[in-house]
Nanobody, 122 residues
Framework: QVQLVESGGGLVQAGASLRLSCAASGGSLRTSAMGWFRQAPGKEREFVAA????????DYADSVKGRFTISRDNAKNTVYLQMNSLKPGDTAVYYCAAGRSPFRAPSDYNYWGQGTQVTVSS
């Protein structure tokens, strides 16, 4: 069974950058699409970004397009989310997930990490 572990979250000021990592164990991510989601207090989990198994296809939520970049290193079994120009509205717990296709619905993903907190102060 694939286990996903996120890291790289933290407390930063608006305008700063963070890079989140999602490392997999117990299986290979080589054939899995990967997604990043986030959930702020009192809100539903929302799609952030997704990448196909090969890395050739990516998709972003409008709210992060141009600021966030998703990438993957299949040799390291790791997916990344580079977040630039962070805003207070980006504050949330960020989750990575593995699924068959890089879709936007959480239900399309089979495996989830435990999440990492990102807090952006103004």
């Amino acid at each position: 069974q694939v286990q996903l572990v996120e890291s790289g979250g933290g407390l930063v000021q608006a305008g700063a950058s963070l890079r989140l990592s999602c490392a997999a164990s117990g299986g290979s991510l080589r054939t899995s699409a990967m997604g990043w989601f986030r959930q702020a207090p009192g809100k539903e989990r929302e799609f952030v970004a997704a990448i196909s198994w090969s890395g050739s296809l990516t998709d972003y939520a409008d709210s992060v397009k141009g600021r966030f970049t998703i990438s993957r290193d299949n040799a390291k079994n790791t997916v990344y989310l580079q977040m630039n120009s962070l805003k207070p509205g980006d504050t949330a717990v960020y989750y990575c997930a593995a699924g068959r296709s890089p879709f936007r619905a959480p239900s399309d993903y089979n495996y989830w990490g435990q999440g990492t907190q990102v807090t952006v102060s103004s």
